[in-house]
């Protein structure tokens, strides 16, 4: 996979994916136009929305209705650090909501691909390459 990452004005920087753009920004605070999320807040989305795809599957393949069903990311930073020190996926469910799955919620939402890539980190290079 392939994904071109350009600088289309001030501090945005967009990525190019297929016939996708997803396009970041920074806050105001910082010198941004804030357009758009910041890349850090995109991936703690990405993380967010894998556990949820998967959340969505699981109750599409037993027809249970998902109109009622969110979930709620929480993180908490670690103060001498700055870094995420945990994050919370809050499953909510209608009172209705079958009690019989609330356990196969939690591990479907375990499958997210994402979260399986930071418990997993992949190796990173980064070069610079004239063109």
Do not use: W
């Amino acid at each position: 996979m392939e994904m071109i990452i350009d600088f289309p004005k001030g501090l945005r920087v967009d990525a190019h994916l297929g016939k996708f753009t997803i396009r970041t920004d920074q806050p105001l605070s910082s010198g941004g136009e804030e357009t758009a999320p910041t890349p850090f807040a995109l991936f703690l989305a990405s993380l967010g929305t894998c556990a949820g795809a998967y959340v969505l599957s699981f109750c599409r393949q037993r027809n249970l209705p998902t109109e009622k069903i969110r979930l709620v990311q929480r993180t908490e930073r670690d103060t001498a650090t700055g870094m995420i020190s945990r994050i919370q996926l809050e499953i909510q469910v209608p009172e209705d909501f079958p009690e019989k799955y609330y356990d196969a919620l939690v591990r479907s939402a375990n499958q997210c691909i994402v979260k399986k890539h930071l418990e997993n980190p992949p190796h990173f290079e980064v070069f610079t390459k004239v063109v």
